[in-house]
Nanobody
Framework: QVQLVESGGGSVQPGGSLRLSCAAS????????IGWFRQAPGKEREGVAA???????WYVHSVKGRFTISQDNARKIVYLQMNSLKPEDTALYYC??????????????????WGQGTQVTVSS
């Protein structure tokens, strides 16, 4: 099965930047989809960004212009570059993959495989 491992989280001041990485394994073809999701205490899980093997991109409106999702297909790594971070970006960030690669979206219900998560904290 697909296995996912996140890294790159940490603490940063408002306006700062972080780059999250998601290392994927277990794919049997070049077609894929990886999404980034986040969940803060007391809030619903939120789809942040997603990318498929055709480089189609999805972003939640609140991060457009600040976050960029990209992929290194050779190394099967997906990145989430987060700039101009705000306190409301504080959350546990997960990467995930759907059972069917073409079901690439910001809907967590389409995803089956999840990483352990990496914490992002934005505060003064």
């Amino acid at each position: 099965q697909v296995q996912l491992v996140e890294s790159g989280g940490g603490s940063v001041q408002p306006g700062g930047s972080l780059r999250l990485s998601c290392a994927a394994s277990g794919y049997t073809s070049s077609r894929s989809c990886i999404g980034w999701f986040r969940q803060a205490p007391g809030k619903e899980r939120e789809g942040v960004a997603a990318i498929d093997s055709n480089s189609n991109l999805w972003y939640v409106h609140s991060v457009k212009g600040r976050f960029t999702i990209s992929q290194d297909n050779a190394r099967k790594i997906v990145y989430l570059q987060m700039n101009s971070l705000k306190p409301e970006d504080t959350a546990l960030y997960y990467c995930a993959a759907p059972v069917d690669w073409w079901r690439c979206s910001l809907n967590g219900g389409d995803y089956r495989y999840w990483g352990q998560g990496t914490q992002v904290t934005v505060s003064s």
